[in-house]
């Protein structure tokens, strides 16, 4: 590389000019070298009103399943209705004019139910409640209709509901999953976190996921962990006792210890099978002597 002489107030200063290149490029590296979590905390502070979405952990509080909504039918319902059934809820709060973030979380989870073995309307719910009490209950019927055909589930089955609701009823739910959400009116738009909430059938809060997308293994952990294993086959039931959600990972991984125990119990059973095998065959080898 030829380093050009830096001409300062008339002379030429050739030690210089190597030190500032270097210097900058060190800035560069360092700049590039920030982590990525750098920029939303700067975005954050440069905008206060940011700070007000959230959500507050309420893992193993209820809801209160009284509060009553709008459905896609124009009747209104208490939430009671789908719950106390055996099955596993998935809450959604969203609204339906949303012009970009509720649109992907709605699509993130239809497009990962159909992945698992586990059926909406069968094996557990899904609940979506309109947070602007300004929408109307047409609205949410185009939105269910949308999103049932999505997931190939019959409107009869209960599979995936949409609601509207008063500001009260809305701020109750609202705050006892702690979602934290504010209206922007200069948008006429609402600024809110993106989370699926899992509930257990008595309107138990069992598990977060968080984000625009889900992994399969995630959302059918999170139901069977929600049901107590109540859904699900065996095999399922296994993979549950085989993994635990890692709050760090935001995912549920593997559980090394439970799989050693599992892998212990199943060595033990085929050692036994072994055994028992030859002792059957050594009687009767014995009988056929005499």
Not at 72 to 77: A, I, K, M, Q, R
Request: hydrophobic residues 40%; proline residues 5%; glycine residues 6%.
């Amino acid at each position: 590389m030829i380093i050009k002489r830096i001409q300062i107030r008339g002379r030429t200063n050739k030690a210089e000019s190597p030190f500032r290149l270097l210097s900058a490029i060190l800035l560069v590296c360092i700049f590039f070298s920030l982590p990525s979590t750098s920029y939303p905390q700067l975005n954050r502070s440069a905008h206060p009103q940011l700070k007000k979405i959230d959500i507050k952990d309420r893992l193993g509080e209820y809801i209160p399943l009284q509060k009553e909504f709008i459905n896609s039918s124009g009747d209104t319902v208490a939430l009671a209705r789908f719950f106390n059934r055996g099955k596993p809820v998935i809450l959604v709060l969203a609204y339906y004019k949303c012009p970009m973030l509720c649109g992907y979380v709605l699509n993130g989870l239809a497009q990962t139910a159909p992945l698992i073995n586990l059926k909406p309307g069968k094996d557990y719910y899904i609940l979506t409640l309109s947070i602007s009490p300004n929408e109307k209950a047409s609205l949410a019927a185009q939105k269910q209709a949308t999103y049932l055909n999505l997931i190939d589930a019959s409107p009869a089955d209960s599979a995936w509901r949409f609601f509207v609701g008063k500001e009260d009823n809305i701020r109750a739910i609202a705050s006892a999953i702690g979602f934290e959400y504010y209206y922007v009116p200069e948008r006429d738009d609402y600024a809110h976190p993106a989370v699926l909430t899992v509930l257990s059938d008595k309107g138990k809060i069992s598990r977060y996921l968080y984000g625009i997308s889900f992994k399969p293994n995630d959302l059918k952990l999170s139901l069977l962990e929600a049901s107590q294993g109540k859904v699900g086959n065996t095999i399922d039931k296994l993979l549950l006792y085989c993994y635990h959600f890692d709050p760090q990972e935001g995912s549920y991984v593997v559980f090394a210890t439970n799989v050693m125990k599992l892998g212990g119990a199943v060595t033990l059973l085929i050692l036994f099978i072994l055994l028992g095998t030859l002792w059957l065959r050594e009687i009767r080898r014995k009988k056929a002597l005499t």
